[in-house]
């Protein structure tokens, strides 16, 4: 096995292969459910199992922070693996991400805009022990053109809505 960045590089090579073959392994469905466990606060998992993850309490980031979050934490994942493919030993690595929103329609009341992000903005810091130039482009060019969140942020990602009450 080899190791790099706490990536399992052999494996992770060999999925690539896996996916080159077949693209359909790389498809994602996740499922995740929101339950309301008081106040404003909820109780997220994936439908399939695995750890909760609590969000809108007082202690807990609301939905919106969690949005940057997520998109920071993708950025982490996608330079640590494409990072270790190339050989390149991460000594730090920080995504800061903002972002700007106002809550007025969210409270109910009038506004011209909406009740999401108007701008996001993110900075990545990474520290390197023998990255050459090029790497350092390449891993710049895949936060722009391969993070999954960043990408969705940036479409207009369809969205269908069901309600039902009872």
């Not at 190339?86 to 009341?109: K, P, S």
């Not at 506004?111 to 390449?138: D, H, I, M």
Request: with cysteine; proline share 4%.
């Amino acid at each position: 096995m080899t190791e790099l960045n706490g990536i399992d590089v052999d494996q992770l090579r060999e999925f690539v292969s896996q996916v080159a073959r077949d693209p359909a392994r790389a498809d994602r469905d996740p499922v995740v459910i929101a339950r309301w466990v008081g106040s404003n606060e909820s109780e997220v998992t994936m439908a399939d199992g695995g750890t909760a993850v609590r969000m809108g309490g007082s202690d807990t980031p609301s939905a919106m922070r969690m949005l940057l979050m997520s998109m920071a934490a993708c950025d982490v994942d996608l330079i640590a693996n494409r990072a270790s493919l190339m050989g390149v030993e991460i000594d730090d690595l920080l995504v800061e991400a903002r972002g700007h929103f106002n809550v007025q329609r969210y409270l109910g009341l009038e506004s011209s805009g909406g009740p999401g992000y108007e701008r996001v903005s993110y900075t990545v810091r990474l520290k390197t022990r023998n990255a050459t130039p090029e790497q350092l482009v390449a891993l710049r060019q895949a936060c722009a053109d391969a993070s999954p969140v960043g990408d969705t942020l940036q479409r207009n990602v369809a969205v269908d809505f069901e309600f039902e009450a009872s």
